[in-house]
């Protein structure tokens, strides 16, 4: 069917137009109802499929239109009320509270799978598939939180940015993904430092101010608190009073670091870092392996589920203490050292020379000899590893995915088994199609919801040759 042009459209939808409708399906990672106007597609936010509403349009593209909720005529009976007071204010932290969290994991399954079948070719009927597990505790899951400071009309702020505003700033007195009295405490605590100090909050736009980020860590294991400060290139005052105060009012803080970073870039990068008391590392413990867990290191978020993730991806590769198995993408060796005691051996392949530092670390903590981990880019450094036989492959890549050269360098490999650990159900249907064009195809697959309350979630799947 031909999609009218823009003047057609208008024609038949015009900004401002209200309407009623029921919304029959919702999109992530937008985190959208989706209605129809027309037989034009109306995307409105904070909506539950199956509610009749009252919505006015905001804006009138080729293909669709985007529209706000005026009222709710028949309301869902999933429909919760947030109960974090910044949900109304747009914060982009957890944009889901306002559905039951059975229906988010509905959600979510639907949009998989279904992104599975358009992008990745799967019939999951011809898959095993494991379902969608959810996760144990929906609010103060997150192990790592990162704050953003900013300024408005000269007062000093810290929080989250609202969603699609990278330069505003929701001024946040307590986070609900972290346990709350610890996050409105600190969260009050460094306003006041930065206030007191007379410290400015960084504007992304202008790429002017003192404060850029507040770094929080949690381990759920020894319930120690890292802290990092970041901010441009600076002498920051005072500082033995602000470690005193944190000292008395939050015993559980167990280190300081200050970071410097004068990157334009709104990402937190480690350019240089000062300890300003204590540590910079505290241990996790995940199933029974202790790992090391540097600030700027990657570690999963969800301390709980990540166990269950692991020990999943541990079935999958169905060892018996005789294979050789890849870990590539490795981080500090999460799943690596995880597995290892069921492997002949494991090699690891990891770009971030901190988290390789922690990987062999990490090793000696837990007395597993049968894991080393190699430095460099995965595309570079499967060239030069060791010419012998693989058995299995395991990767947890960033969001990206996987790069097309890499999936041809595994399968020139040829393993029996991959094993796949994805953040990123969009890169990850994509790679599907990938490996299947290199004679491997999809055999098991389970999602996992680390991340309650978003549109996000964890992929764990086998493929075999």
């Known amino acids: 069917m031909k999609l009218p042009d823009r003047r057609g459209v208008e024609a038949l939808v015009q900004k401002g137009d209200c309407f009623e409708g029921e919304v ?47 009222e709710i005529i028949e309301p869902s009976p999933f429909r919760k009320t947030p109960p974090c007071p910044h949900f109304q204010e747009g914060c982009g932290g957890c944009r889901l509270q306002f559905m ?32 969608f597990i959810p996760a144990q505790n929906v609010f103060e899951y997150r192990n ?23 330069w505003d700033l929701i001024n946040l007195e307590v986070c609900y993904l972290m346990p709350q009295t610890l996050s409105a405490g600190i969260l009050a605590f460094f306003r006041d430092y930065g206030n007191t100090s007379h410290l400015s909050g960084y504007d992304p736009v202008r790429k002017e ?19 990092g400060l970041a901010t441009v290139e600076c002498t920051l005052p005072e500082t033995e009073r602000m470690i005193e105060g944190l000292r008395i009012r939050f ?20 350019e240089k870092k000062r300890l300003l008391f204590g540590k910079d590392s505290f241990i996790e413990k995940i199933g029974n392996i202790f790992y090391k867990v ?23 590769a169905e060892l018996s203490r005789r294979e050789m198995v890849l870990d590539l993408y490795s981080g500090s060796g999460g799943i690596g050292l995880f597995v290892a005691r069921y492997a002949r051996q494991v090699i690891g392949v990891e770009e971030n020379p901190q988290a390789v530092e922690d990987a062999h670390f990490n090793a000696e903590l837990n007395t597993i000899d049968n894991f080393h981990c190699f430095s460099g880019r995965v595309e570079k450094v499967l060239a030069f590893l060791p010419h012998e036989r693989v058995d299995v492959v395991i ?47 999809l055999r098991k697959i389970a999602f996992l919801d680390l991340f309650p309350q978003t549109p996000h979630f964890e992929t764990v799947a086998l493929f075999q040759k």
Do not use: W
């Open 24 to 70: 029959i399906d919702f999109a992530l990672p937008e985190s959208y109802g989706i209605m129809r106007k027309n037989g034009l597609v109306v995307f409105v936010p904070q909506v539950i499929p199956g509610e009749k509403c009252l919505v006015r349009l905001t804006k009138i593209k080729p293909n669709y239109a985007l529209g706000e909720l005026v």
């Open 395 to 441: 990767v947890d890549p960033p969001r990206a995915g996987l790069d097309k050269k890499v999936v041809g360098k595994i399968a020139h490999l040829t393993p029996r088994r991959v094993v796949y650990v994805s953040c990123n159900i969009g890169t990850f249907a994509r790679d599907v199609a990938l490996l299947a064009e290199k004679g491997y195809m």
């Open 209 to 227: 101010g003192i404060l850029r980020n507040l770094l929080v860590r949690l381990s759920r294991t020894s319930h120690e608190v890292l802290l």
């Open 144 to 166: 790592k939180m990162e704050f953003n400071f900013g300024e408005r009309e000269g007062k000093l702020l810290l929080g989250l940015r609202p969603l699609n505003r990278y």
């Open 294 to 316: 540097s600030l700027p290191s990657f570690f999963q978020v969800n301390t709980e589920l990540c166990t269950v993730l692991y020990e999943r991806a541990r079935d999958y």
């Open 100 to 131: 039951d969290y059975g229906v988010q994991i509905r959600v979510k399954e639907r949009n998989a799978l279904t992104i599975l079948e358009k992008i990745g070719g799967i019939v999951i009927d011809r898959v095993e598939y494991q379902g």
């Open 251 to 270: 015993p559980e803080v167990q280190g300081v670091v200050h970071i410097v970073n004068n990157s334009p870039a709104s990402a937190l990068i480690f």
